[in-house]
């Protein structure tokens, strides 16, 4: 049996709040695969059952729900089980673009005071997906990349652009954000 969600559905992934929330990935062919959402208590917040297609894609439609930490997402198909830690539920963005976007902290010419910034950056709340620049001939059925908090130790490879962006906004709204980096100079 075969069960794998998109690399966006990982440990520290932060999911859309007020919107339908869509999960998908692959499981075997026709295959029943059930998405639970628990909160933090363990509270059930939401559980959808849907039937991966004859391609093993399945797309599963969570409803709405508030901004929040320490979730956990457990999906399950056919006896295999894969639950997905420290789920927070807020805003997400998109960071695309090409090297403005790209630049990152530790870009000694581009952001002022940027060793200064580095140490600050103390966020668990603001959340960074990087997708791996990957060139391919054939449309790709996920990414690579993986969720990582912001702390001085994870900032300096992250978008400049991206962070203040997301770090104006966390100060703003007081919910967790997650920054999708899809750049390429």
Not at 8 to 28: H, M, Q, T, Y
Not at 60 to 81: F, H, K, N, V
């Amino acid at each position: 049996m075969m069960l794998k969600p998109a690399a966006l559905f990982s440990d520290g992934a932060v999911l859309c709040r007020g919107k339908e929330i869509r999960i998908f990935g692959e499981a075997d062919s026709g295959a029943v695969v059930t998405v639970r959402l628990e909160a933090a208590d363990g509270a059930v917040l939401a559980e959808t059952v849907c039937r991966a297609g004859k391609d093993g894609r399945f797309l599963s439609l969570l409803p709405p729900q508030e901004a929040q930490t320490g979730c956990r997402m457990r999906m399950a198909a056919g006896g295999e089980e894969i639950t997905v830690s420290d789920v927070s539920i807020g805003d997400v963005f998109l960071a695309g673009g090409q090297s403005n976007m790209e630049f990152t902290m530790s870009s000694r010419r581009k952001v002022k005071d940027w060793q200064k910034e580095v140490a600050a950056a103390n966020w668990p709340l603001i959340r960074h997906f990087n997708v791996a620049h990957k060139i391919s001939r054939e449309p790709l059925d996920d990414v690579e990349a993986v969720w990582e908090t912001t702390t001085p130790q994870t900032i300096p490879p992250q978008s400049a652009v991206a962070f203040f962006f997301g770090e104006t906004l966390h100060k703003a709204l007081n919910v967790p954000v997650g920054l999708i980096n899809s750049s390429w100079g």
